[in-house]
């Protein structure tokens, strides 16, 4: 069913020429797929146009400059969008094909039409009727309600999705390491063997930390609601437990909680934690900006090795700043995604949002690159526990969640970090 939804869009999208200026379009609903597609291909049109034109004219020009950054500002909106909108429709393709109700396809409420077929048997429909008291037919025109909760937007990291993931037993985890270090030499017939070097053996500990939530509801709400109050805060709760582990798995400090990716970077707190040493860092070539050099330089500093996993993590804000990239030649490095499940890419290398990365700024770590399942490694110890207590403080209900995991990384070699700085002198 997916790739039906998928094919349909492709096909209604192939007969439309895609204009030369985004302004000129309406503006496709957020329920067309089709419509958004070709705005995104006009938008990224218009804005390499406007933007090729500023280059040409060498002048900084504030009414250009803000025309540029607004059509920027406009591709990725509309490049978010357009996979929220595939993503909606997959989600309603699954959800027809187990025969499940989508928000807005709310079935009839028994209660009100059994109410309305006794009161017109019974034959005493009054002259005087009013929708606001039930007694004078109030129940003829009920309220419709939409029987879901619409939640406040929550930006979750992919970082668990693309990390190395294990469960454990046990208390804590604990990896040995050896730098692999041992010594060789080449000798004549009889000369002596003096002893060579030895490897060395380091360990890294994964320490555990524990993320709680103790959300309290009443005992007769849970009763009387026509929500499953349980199942909805035992979602929300998820969510946010998955929110907070994302930051830490960035930037958490160890302390009760993952040692995150960043600190193990050049210079960072956690630079010195790994036996093998930090993550390299390689300048973007400008104190304030990216650069196309900078990221080249980026992608040819990981070991070959590692490249064929290798995807780019950066923040939102730093997109708009990759888009403005060109080549040797002219081309732009930034190429938006055109299909579900297929993202956006900078110089043909895959690029992960990653909602609370560092903004491109002076000194900034604005991206990182490499192989995060091999960098970095996610410690689950038994997963999410809810304790359901309506003793300690009646008459609520509390649900008392934990969930303990740790996080660090697993090996340096695997991973760049680009900083916003220029390029060290020769």
Do not use: C
Request: glycine share 8%; net charge neutral; proline share 6%.
């Amino acid at each position: 069913m997916k790739h039906i939804a998928l094919a349909a869009i492709a096909a209604s999208t192939a007969l439309v020429s895609v204009p030369r200026a985004v302004h000129a379009m309406p503006k496709a609903k957020a329920t067309d797929p089709a419509g958004m597609l070709v705005e995104l291909q006009a938008a990224f049109e218009d804005f390499k146009k406007t933007n090729d034109e500023k280059l040409k004219s060498k002048t900084d020009d504030v009414v250009v400059n803000e025309k540029v950054d607004r059509i920027n500002t406009a591709v990725g909106d509309l490049q978010t969008n357009f996979q929220k909108a595939l993503d909606e429709i997959n989600a309603k393709v699954a959800a027809a094909k187990i025969g499940a109700g989508v928000i807005g396809d709310i079935p009839g409420d028994p209660e009100y039409a059994t109410a309305f077929k006794a009161h017109m048997r019974k034959g005493d429909v009054q002259a005087a009727m009013t929708k606001g008291t039930a007694e004078d037919g109030g129940y003829l025109a009920p309220v419709e309600w939409d029987r879901t909760i619409t939640g406040k937007l929550k930006r979750v990291s992919p970082i668990r999705a693309n990390a190395r993931v294990i469960s454990i037993t046990t208390a804590g985890f604990k990896k040995l390491f050896t730098d692999r270090a041992v010594g060789s030499g080449w000798v004549g017939e009889t000369a002596a063997r003096p002893a060579t070097s030895t490897p060395q053996i380091g360990s890294l500990d994964f320490p555990l930390g524990e993320i709680y939530a103790n959300p309290a509801i009443s005992q007769q709400m849970l009763d009387d609601a026509a929500i499953d109050l349980e199942e909805w805060l035992a979602t929300e709760v998820d969510t946010e437990f998955a929110r907070q582990e994302g930051i830490a798995f960035l930037s958490g400090d160890g302390v009760n909680k993952p040692h995150g990716i960043l600190g193990y970077v050049t210079g960072g707190a956690h630079a010195t934690r790994h036996p093998w040493g930090p993550i390299e860092v390689v300048n973007s070539g400008n104190a304030a900006l990216f650069t196309a050099d900078g990221f080249i330089d980026l992608f040819y500093s990981l070991p070959a090795e590692y490249r064929q996993n290798a995807k780019l993590y950066t923040g939102r804000l730093a997109q708009a700043s990759m888009r403005k990239l060109k080549d040797g030649q002219g081309n732009y490095l930034w190429q938006p995604s055109f299909s579900a499940g297929q993202p956006a890419t900078l110089g043909g290398e895959s690029i992960v949002e990653i909602p609370d990365m560092p903004s491109v700024a002076a000194n900034n770590i604005a991206a990182l690159y490499g192989d995060m399942e091999a960098t970095y490694q996610v410690i689950d110890r038994v997963g999410i526990r809810v304790l359901r207590d309506p003793f300690t403080n009646k008459p609520f209900v509390h649900f008392y969640t934990t969930k303990r995991v740790g996080g660090g990384v697993y090996n340096p070699e695997p991973m760049r970090a680009l900083k916003v700085a220029a390029a060290p002198a020769p």
